[in-house]
T-cell receptor
Framework: GAGVSQSPSNKVTEKGKDVELRCDPISGHTALYWYRQSLGQGLEFLIYFQGNSAPDKSGLPSDRFSAERTGGSVSTLTIQRTQQEDSAVYLC????????????FGSGTQLSVL | GENVEQHPSTLSVQEGDSAVIKCTYSDSASNYFPWYKQELGKGPQLIIDIRSNVGEKKDQRIAVTLNKTAKHFSLHITETQPEDSAVYFCAAPGSSSSNTGKLIFGQGTTLQVKP
């Protein structure tokens, strides 16, 4: 595909369940980002992967949140024991890996925790 | 770390008028300031960016100005059209002292252009 692909586009889950959100970055992009956008709010940084370097996890809100990037490509954001306040749009972006450059965003996963 | 403040949160203009959105940042070492546009149901898309070695950059109807002394930058849209209606985000690097490429975004401005 030509752009960043995220799946699922919508996810409804019950409080306490675990969820996995997937991101397929643009081929060849070495940098990958996860952001969270709550209703009517800005973009909250969660985690950043760059090549084989240790990820910048400074934005993860709690230890219930984790992310992996396997083989330098696909990334999975996992939220354990979901809470209602986790409801938001989770956006993934990728870039070529050079600092201070254009980010390409996916359309996001709308997560609803009931 | 960097802190980015954006104003106003909402802006309504008549078609053909100009719109201005302002952002301030806290880290004087920041050197890259992009603007993203988000349409309903889509991810944000870069529309223009400026680096700290210039004070202004234009691309057709949009322009960005940077005041490094005051640590603020602004987005200017002239001759607004209904398709300019969207949410606009400013951003700045999350850390100028490390190699991280993360961006810190402002809270967003919802622009409505009335026909």
């Amino acid at each position: 595909g030509a752009g960043v692909s995220q799946s699922p586009s919508n996810k409804v889950t019950e409080k306490g369940k675990d969820v996995e959100l997937r991101c397929d970055p643009i081929s060849g992009h070495t940098a990958l980002y996860w952001y969270r956008q709550s209703l009517g709010q800005g973009l909250e940084f969660l985690i950043y992967f760059q090549g084989n370097s240790a990820p910048d996890k400074s934005g993860l809100p709690s230890d219930r949140f984790s992310a992996e990037r396997t083989g330098g490509s696909v990334s999975t954001l996992t939220i354990q024991r979901t809470q209602q306040e986790d409801s938001a749009v989770y956006l993934c972006a990728s870039s070529q890996g050079v600092t201070n450059e254009k980010l390409f965003f996916g359309s996001g996963t709308q997560l609803s925790v009931l | 770390g960097e802190n980015v403040e954006q104003h106003p949160s909402t802006l309504s203009v008549q078609e053909g008028d100009s719109a201005v959105i302002k952002c301030t940042y806290s880290d004087s070492a920041s050197n890259y300031f992009p603007w993203y546009k988000q349409e309903l149901g889509k991810g944000p898309q870069l529309i223009i960016d400026i680096r700290s070695n210039v004070g202004e950059k234009k691309d057709q109807r949009i322009a960005v100005t940077l005041n490094k002394t005051a640590k603020h930058f602004s987005l200017h849209i002239t001759e607004t059209q209904p398709e300019d209606s969207a949410v606009y985000f400013c951003a700045a690097p999350g850390s100028s002292s490390s190699n991280t490429g993360k961006l810190i975004f402002g809270q967003g401005t919802t622009l409505q252009v009335k026909p």
